[in-house]
């Protein structure tokens, strides 16, 4: 799930930043590189080193662009908390 993410991005796959938060980034991953990503996530539940992954995008006119994401776990605190969170 995107919890957020900075203006180039946003700006790469030609949609506001808001529009794109609470949607899994799944939805933005060419259908040839999802198993890739889940992959990728598998591997940072297993690890909390750094980990990358290069996939490609789909960007919102319909091409595609090769990024390169790189992950780390992300400690977090407090009652709320339920499962790992990851900054890529």
């Given at each position: 799930?995107?919890?957020?993410?900075?203006?180039?991005?946003?700006?790469?796959?030609?949609?506001?930043?808001?529009?794109?938060?609470?949607?899994?980034?799944?939805?933005?991953?060419?259908?040839?590189?999802?198993?890739?990503?889940?992959?990728?996530?598998?591997?940072?539940?297993?690890?909390?080193?750094?980990?990358?992954?290069e996939l490609?995008?789909?960007?919102?006119?319909?091409g595609?662009?090769?990024?390169?994401?790189?992950?780390?776990?992300?400690?977090?605190?407090?009652?709320?908390?339920?499962?790992?969170?990851?900054?890529?």
């Amino acid at each position: 799930m995107i919890e957020e993410l900075n203006l180039s991005c946003a700006a790469l796959l030609g949609q506001q930043r808001r529009s794109l938060e609470g949607k899994p980034l799944s939805e933005s991953i060419a259908p040839e590189d999802r198993g890739r990503l889940k992959a990728h996530i598998r591997e940072c539940f297993k690890t909390n080193a750094s980990l990358t992954v290069e996939l490609v995008v789909r960007l919102k006119g319909g091409g595609f662009c090769p990024i390169e994401v790189v992950s780390v776990q992300v400690p977090q605190t407090g009652a709320t908390v339920s499962a790992p969170f990851f900054r890529s």
